[in-house]
């Protein structure tokens, strides 16, 4: 085979082992073969393939998202764990996609690590491949870029990138938004993949006992806690479409509720979210209290365990919750919205 064949002494001593991206290839091929709903593609390509199935959709329109796990996965690093993180990298992507009520076809992964260890790489993609499970998206390509003298050796960067389609008349439509709509939360895993600079300089990971168990947090290691990997919305979020008429969702990732849910919103109208309602995940009273963080900026950093909010008719509501909760969400209502400009208002 022209893989066995394919090997370069001199780009190995320069710190690229060609041959390990070969076994590394070889490894996550299982977990790839998991995402193959539909999908026409082989592994070791140039390009991967997608027949794009339009039965129902009159007038298609493709919608892409882009992500990166950011700073959390020094946590992986320093717990030398790596199979969820790309679960992360998915759910970043997919759930901004799915807010304009489009559904994921296909994924694409890029890693770039200091030293390709077969190992840990099939790790990350099978991470990756069980978001793409989660999420009914079809894992048809990636890249490993082996990059000695730029990443240390035992780190890596992961990001990725998604498209789905959507109907253009069943587009979510902001502008259908009167006074009185309800805001409805879905609840969070965790911190998810946002607010780790901050995150890392409250606990000082690098020098903290990430393994010991935190009354706090229910026995759970902080570590454990901070992995816990981004929750992916997709599908009940597609069950309650196809049922409700939903009028606008948000992904609330950096920036919390301050910048996140704004973007959903008609202009002249704010979210009026009762604090009260919100149920805040003990990591986050945990960071407030370490790092003496003001309250407003806690719900201006992180998703305070309130990772997605849907907007729909105070009538629609109580349906809307109960779709949403036999689809697996403990969704619960925690605000309104009301004339003003002010973007989101803690009550």
Known sequence: ????????????????????????????????????????????????????????????VLVSGTDGVGTKLKIAFLLDKHDTVGIDCVAMCVNDVICCGAKPLFFLDYIACGRNIPERIADIVGGVAEGCVQSGAALIG????????????????????CVGVVDKDRIINKETMIPGDVVIALPSSGVHSNGFSL?????????????????????????????????????????????????????ITGGGF?????????????????????????????????????????FNTFNMGAGMSVVVAKEDAGRAVDILRAAGEDAYIMGELVESEEGVILC
Do not use: W
């Open 142 to 161: 990636g890249e490993t870029a082996e990059m000695p003298g730029f990443y240390p050796a035992n780190e890596y960067d992961l990001a990725g990138f």
């Open 199 to 251: 995150v890392r300089k409250v606990f000082q990971v690098s020098s903290a006992d990430l393994l010991a168990p935190v009354e706090r947090l229910g026995g759970q290691s902080l570590g454990e806690c901070l992995l816990t990997p981004t929750k992916i919305y997709v599908k009940p979020i597609l069950a309650l479409l196809e049922q409700v008429t939903v009028k606008g969702i948000s992904h």
């Open 258 to 298: 301050f910048e996140n849910i704004p973007r959903c919103l008609k202009s002249g109208l704010s979210a009026k979210i009762d604090e009260s309602a919100v149920r805040v995940l003990p990591i986050f009273d945990l960071i407030a209290e370490k790092g003496n963080i003001p309250r407003r900026d806690m």
């Open 1 to 60: 085979m022209a893989n066995e064949r394919s090997r370069s002494d001199s780009y190995a001593a320069a710190g690229v082992d060609i041959t390990a991206g070969y076994r590394a290839v070889e490894l996550m091929k299982s977990h790839i073969a998991r995402t193959m709903t539909g999908a026409d593609t082989g592994i070791g390509g140039f390009g991967g393939l997608f027949p794009l199935d339009l039965t129902g959709i009159s007038k298609p």
